[in-house]
């Protein structure tokens, strides 16, 4: 089993949508985990950490189950700026540190 | 300067040669990722740097490939003998210490091996 597992979709929405996206990790050590959102040929950059509690910033809401080891990401009243791929991301503790382990991503297509 | 800076941002290159990628952290960052990423792929971890540890070194794919990080601060992937397959952008990574601070990428090196 993959350390951090999505549904590569690829997801298209119409404008005003709302989507939602999963993730599953393997390591019940697993401290930490973010949503980052990569652009076609950008970089990755955070969109938000995951917190046990959930947590909402805007449009966007990040959910934590731990006792299932899944992690969710909604958007809501989702905009053509939206579309990305969104990487799910577990940080656990590893022999020098911290290690991160990325999703292979998930493809979101927001359309007019 | 304020982000992670490689150099160079892009690179072709003939089958067989060398190359050598470089990553200037963030000031005060102690953890340093390379990363890999092939056109339309998800990210493939190739090393991490943690202070003055040893490095973590299981996601390098064969020998060709090595990297070190001099003084804790830059870091530089050297892919030896190079293939067509190894043609990729290759990212690199950096954050504080700790659980849960945010890693900051930088732009990539775009490597193309003809």
């Known amino acids: 089993r993959k350390e951090v597992e999505q549904d590569p979709g690829p997801f298209n929405v119409p404008e005003g949508a709302t989507v939602a996206f999963n993730c599953t990790y393997s390591n019940s050590a697993s401290q930490s985990f973010f949503w980052y959102r990569q652009d076609c040929r950008k970089e990755p950059k955070l969109l938000m950490s995951?917190?046990?509690s959930g947590n909402e910033d805007g449009r966007f809401t990040a959910q934590l189950n731990r006792a299932s080891q899944y992690i969710s990401l909604l958007i809501r009243d989702s905009k053509l700026s939206d579309s990305a791929t969104y990487l799910c991301?577990?940080?656990?503790?590893?022999?020098?540190?911290?290690?991160?382990?990325f999703g292979k991503g998930t493809s979101l297509l927001v359309t007019p | 300067g304020a982000g992670v800076s490689q150099s160079p941002s892009n690179k072709v290159t003939e089958k067989g040669k060398d190359v050598e990628l470089r990553c200037d952290p963030i000031?005060?960052?102690?953890?340093l990722y390379w990363y890999r990423q092939s056109l339309g792929q998800g990210l493939e971890f190739l090393i991490y740097?943690?202070?003055?540890?040893?490095?973590?070194k299981s996601g390098l794919p064969s020998d060709r490939f090595s990297a070190e990080r001099t003084g804790g601060s830059v870091s530089t992937l050297t892919i030896q003998r190079t293939q067509q397959e190894d043609s990729a952008v290759y990212l690199c990574?950096?954050?504080?210490?700790?659980?849960?601070?945010?890693?900051?990428f930088g732009e990539g090196s775009w490597l193309t091996v003809v």
């Open positions: 000031s005060g960052h102690t953890a």
């Open positions: 740097f943690q202070g003055n540890s040893a490095p973590d």
């Open positions: 991301v577990v940080n656990k503790l590893a022999n020098s540190g911290y290690a991160l382990n």
């Open positions: 995951v917190y046990s």
């Open positions: 990574a950096s954050t504080k210490t700790g659980a849960g601070n945010t890693i900051y």
